[in-house]
């Protein structure tokens, strides 16, 4: 290298000077009134300057000779690399720092060539040609080494280690039509603490940090050798093929919208799943990994990391995109809204990440386009907010619940309102403007443990006005039954449930306490009104009509035993087959069944004492025993069975 | 009742009908106006599109953008026909009741159209950066041996990519990326590193000629009475979409398009549908000299690019340096012609791409506001 830059100069120096002197001689044989012996003097020098001239130029020929030597060599050690199968960065560090060094060279000796266009010589263009050439060979073999070496060091990655905790919230599909769904569908009590943690980055190295330099070293002498452009297109294209192999590892379909809008709701609820996790690994991880590999290789040249990087990641973000428009836009069905929910504060706590990635004017519409999605994706979530309430308040029935137990749709709308707490922030900030009345109390609005403001937040609203749609919406459903008994046993399992389910979980914060005491008060008179209805008048017949006589005469004894044999009979066959699903629940109306009837039956059996006992079908313990089997759900008679003896 | 009450009742009937009928026949005027105003503008803004500038020519970029601005155009008055002050009970009713979801139907694949085309447009990207390198290979003077092998290398690639097969992205001619891991079969001309197959947007299976042949299937004009009340617009705007789904389809690269059809039935007698039918044929008959080619698309600046480039190669093809001189002006004549596109694409892809975004948009919300409608005219009428 010393040899080149010591024989340019020389060649170099001599050539300005005889140049700048014969322009000046020239400039000088201009003027007009010079005297004829000065005229004389400065044509002979000009031809002297020519001849000097000429002569520079044959010598100049030999003075490129260390030129040509050097070219020469260098030419030698990237030719070799020509024939050879192996890549040069395989072969060691010596090979590459060498081959990099030679392709330096080709490059200062196009430099040096270059800045003597002044004058023109046939050797320096032929020298300069053969050195571009080498140079174009050298930079199309050093592409070649790119991609090689790009491909040859793709990272991959289980991205499960990423974002885990999330992902795995709400297991269990709803799926579930109103009509289908079992109780406790959902024990999960869901880890959505751990988002908190995801918040940090996990950026990654895409390409194993020793290669870095190395790919920088590539990225440097195509970029000072004005190759930058070829660099970029065999970067993008190589990066955008593996950003393509992750997203590939993330199994989500590439689906077009028809697709999405016919898809069954199992599968386009896993799909949704699945887009909500794809989009955290990508835009945390392997976007943010990309843009820094980007700004560490390609950060010295320019705009040219900015440019890359949107080029890489345009294709995969549109296909994420079209996948949320596609369910934004598609049928608003309730058991979507937790998916939605989902996609809607996945992508709210990504927004930042985007604008941060695509902060430059270029990223512009990868913004905009992912704004407008949280926007729609928002739509989406008030939309099918409101048809699960309406679908709340007109699912119809057209025959009585069997057994008087807990509804399907109350199984339904409690378990599923059970979600919405993890969700209220998001829900109080897209409900409000439906809700402008309670709007201005609640902006600022924590969903802490404060009693009074959790209870007042839109989503509290909103969550009592469902749920007293839903209690409409029974007591509709009770009207069904004919014998009005049921329709109070009905009611109270139903609002029972209601309440224990809101016990039972962070609901309590949103229903309050005054919810809470209203509700119990509830389902208790429901609870009364069955025991009216049922029991008073089989109680009555216990009754003493005469409270001054002390015994009823034989006849009637007879007479009222029978009936209440018959009617306790009829009682007991029709209400075991009722239902209260809930053990306690029923545990105490049996008690206080029990309490009444057996009470009225012992005084009444102990007031006529005298009387016959076979007259008496049922003892008090048999009373008393029987009582236990009502509400089990399973109907049973006392008819049929062997009366029963006292002993 | 007696017989006077009757007949007042009756009488009353009548004139309370006949009051309705004024009313009905005043909107039915209106309405029927606001159709031939509609068919009007259709008409006169596809015969706009049917004579382009010479800076516009047909399927060029800029053609394309006033394409869009001509569906959007026409979309927006579509619905304020359709929609404005409309009784939703009107359109849950036959024949609206078929056509309507019809319309939408064609609407969702639209979408999807829309979708891979902006991935295609990418691909034009791509090309561009490609002539890019060319260009400031053989901008240089005097152009040597390394100039010329740069270049072809570049214009190699290019073509490669503009005879991607759309099948699956990956070129059927070329020896695909196997020599880069392999590498260095001795090949001189080997294609270059930048070579970039593409994956495409949409499904797997999804076949860009099908998915406009299914927007074809059964699409009819409305005859008889049919043919002046509203479904006539709704058959205008059906149209309108398939021919602007199609011509980008038969511009701009995308997902499968062997099979394209190239023509979808329009009765001539139409009048708006004149320029429309004009553009399809001569649409058509391009899309059929180049189709067994194999072929970037019929965009205009691509059809020129890459004439341009081919010359270019058969350029490279045969240079010896110094280089015949008249051939060296001929390339630069070509060269001066990419140039001249490349500026043209810079200009226009992204704006274009944001054009189709756009369309895009509006065909959901346009969708969603139709649905809407529907939803509320299948509601109990009470």
Known sequence: MDECQSAIPTVDGELHVVAAAHHIVKALGTTKNLSDDLRKILINLDAHLSTMTSNIDSKGGKGFFGVEEQLKRVERKIMIWEAEQMMIWDSGPKDTSDYLEAVDEVQTLIDGLQSLSVYENRKRKELLRRASSLLQMAMSRLEDELIHMLAKHRQQFEPSKYVSCRSTRWNVVYNESFDSLEDEPAKETSSRNCTSNESSEYIVDLVPAHVIPDIKSIAKVMFTSDYGQEFCEAFIGERKEALEQYFAVLKMGKLSIGDVLQMEWTSLSSEMNKWTRSMKIMFRVYLASEKRLCDQILGEFGSCNLFCFLEISKATLLCLLNFGEAVAMGPHQPEKLLRLLDMYETLSDLVPDIDALFSEEAGSFVRTEFHGLLERLADSVKASFNTFRVSVSSNKSVYPFPGGGVHPLSKYVMNYIRMFPEYCNTLNLLLEDRHSDAANLVTELQCGRNASLSTSCPMACHLRSITSSLESNLHKKSKLYKDEALQHIFLMNNIHYMVQKVKDSELRHFFGDEWMRKHNAKFQQHEMNYERSTWSSVISLLKDDNPGSSSLSKSTFKERCKAFGIAFEEVYKTQTSWCIPNPQLREDLQISTSLKVVHAYRTFLGRNPAHDEKCVKHTVEDVEKSLLDLFEGSPRSLRNSPRRVKP | ?382
């Open chain 2, 1 to 382: 009742m007696n017989a006077n009450e009757y007949q007042g009742s009756f009488l009353g009937r009548i004139s309370i009908r006949r009051n309705q009928v004024v009313v009905m026949d005043a909107i039915h005027e209106q309405e029927l106006e606001d159709i031939e105003l509609f068919q009007k503008h259709v008409s006169d803004r596809f015969s706009e599109l049917s004579s382009p500038s010479d800076d516009d020519a047909i399927l060029s970029i800029s053609w394309l953008r006033k394409l869009l601005d001509v569906f959007l155009c026409c979309e927006a008055e579509f619905e304020a026909i359709l929609l404005m002050d409309r009784d939703p009970y009107q359109l849950s009713k036959p024949p609206f009741d078929r056509l309507i979801p019809e319309l939408l139907d064609r609407a969702v694949k639209a979408l999807d159209i829309c979708n891979a085309v902006t991935n295609g447009v990418e691909s034009v990207r791509h090309c561009q950066k490609l002539a890019e390198i060319a260009i400031s290979a053989l901008d240089q003077k005097p152009i040597g041996d390394g100039e010329v092998k740069r270049a072809k290398r570049a214009l190699i690639t290019l073509m490669a990519a503009i005879n991607l097969d759309d099948k699956d992205g990956t070129n059927a001619k070329s020896t695909e990326r196997s020599w880069s891991f392999g590498r260095r079969s001795g090949n001189k001309d080997r294609v270059a590193g930048q070579f970039r197959s593409l994956s495409w947007q949409v499904a797997k299976n999804w076949s860009a000629a099908k998915q406009i042949q299914s927007t074809i299937y059964n699409l009819v004009a409305p005859r008889g009475a049919e043919a002046s009340g509203l479904p006539s617009p709704i058959y205008t705007m059906n149209v309108i979409m398939i021919f602007v789904m199609w011509a980008l389809v038969a511009a701009i690269p995308c997902q499968e398009r062997t099979g394209l059809p190239t023509h979808f039935p329009v009765p001539k007698q139409l009048n708006w549908a004149h320029s429309l039918i004009g553009l399809q044929e001569k649409i058509a008959d391009e899309w059929k000299k180049k189709e067994k080619k194999g072929m970037a698309g019929l965009l205009d600046e691509m059809q020129r690019m890459e004439k341009s480039a081919q010359s270019l190669i058969d350029f490279t093809d045969s240079f010896q340096f110094p280089g015949d001189a008249e051939k060296l002006q001929e390339a630069a004549g070509h060269v001066a012609e990419l140039t001249e596109i490349c500026r043209i694409m810079e200009q226009g892809l992204t704006p274009l791409q944001m054009h189709i975004r756009e369309v895009f948009h509006r065909i959901v919300r346009s969708r969603t506001e139709f649905l809407d409608v529907l939803e509320k005219g299948s509601l109990p009428v009470i």
